[in-house]
């Protein structure tokens, strides 16, 4: 069994759009990409949303074109 196997659906999901976009490392990205998600949401409740709404954008950025 792979490890996204092994995930919830939405990870699986994720995984494979970015493998379909053709990047070479999909499951580190949908690792990541859920890590954010789940930061901006407390993130969001801690602090004011629009900031880290920006600070989630430009992370998420860096990662697909790493």
Do not use: I, K, W
């Not at 990541?32 to 801690?46: E, F, I």
Request: proline share 9%; aromatic share 2%.
């Amino acid at each position: 069994m792979s490890e996204t196997d092994a995930s919830p659906h939405p990870f699986r999901a994720l995984s494979q759009g970015v493998r379909d976009a053709g990047h070479p490392d999909p499951a580190r990205v949908a690792r990541t990409l859920v890590t954010l998600r789940d930061g901006a949401m407390v993130g969001g409740c801690l602090d004011v949303p629009r900031p880290v709404r920006a600070t989630l954008r430009e992370a998420a950025q860096n990662l697909l074109t790493s």
